[in-house]
């Protein structure tokens, strides 16, 4: 069977996204999704997005990470998903869309290439030693970091991933370290995907709102943020006890289309 594909990428985090409206893709299988977001015998991708008729919204958001199985909400990818949704003329300017950790809300930019996506509360924010772990519609294990610029993200990404309290479910591992203009650089390694990407839209969302926290910040905040493939912003309110308003925003942009051979 013949695909249509389109190609997104998101400040580095790639995307292969089909539009499955008609629901011709029916139950597809691990192994089918590893093979189109392999990047030397398919398209190549962090993950796998269907874009499907969900009563009530514009759409329904239904992700794959690269190693087959069905993930948990993709920052970036939902970004994405908006920019595809925009392009094939589902949606304007505005949209309510569901995905896999509840409904989301965003805006586009006239260009199409900006995005501000809403992500959901989050209220509980537990710590591991020195490190931050909660979740924003992912798990995520943030720690600070010095000289991450050549910090082997990997093998210390990969160690932290698969100890004894984390191995069983998963979790996205991200170090980060405050730049000299008061914004943070951010690597990420991602669980599903199992190696450093070069972004993580949940992932700087978690940075953001641990960092809040680490610094005793309340009110309205926005913390602008780096990553290997661009830069990536976050606004919030922080009461203290409950982060609310949470929008991760950046870049969201069609690489190239094609078909494949499913």
Known sequence: MQIKFYKYQGAGNDFVLIDNREGDLKDIDKQAVERLCDRRFGIGGDGLMLLENEPGFDFRMVYYNADGNEGSMCGNGGRCIVAFAKHLGVINDTTKFLATDGVHHAKISET??????????????????????????????????????????????????????????????????????????????????????????????????????????????????KVLGGDLNIRFNYDGEKFSNIFLEGPAELVFEGTIEL
């Open 112 to 225: 199409g290439n900006w995005v501000s996506l809403q992500m959901i509360d989050v209220s509980d924010i537990n710590q591991d030693g020195e490190a931050y772990v909660l979740n924003t519609g992912s798990p995520h294990y943030v720690k600070l970091a010095t000289n991450l610029k050549v910090k082997d993200v990997y093998n210390e990404g990969y160690a932290i991933r698969n100890n004894p309290t984390y191995k069983q479910e998963g979790i996205n591992v991200n170090f980060v370290e405050k730049t000299s203009d008061d914004s943070y650089f951010v690597r990420t390694f991602e669980r599903g995907v199992e190696n450093e990407t070069y972004a993580c839209g949940t992932g700087v969302t978690a940075v953001a709102l641990a960092m809040a926290k680490n610094n005793h910040q309340t009110g309205a905040i926005t913390t602008p943020i």
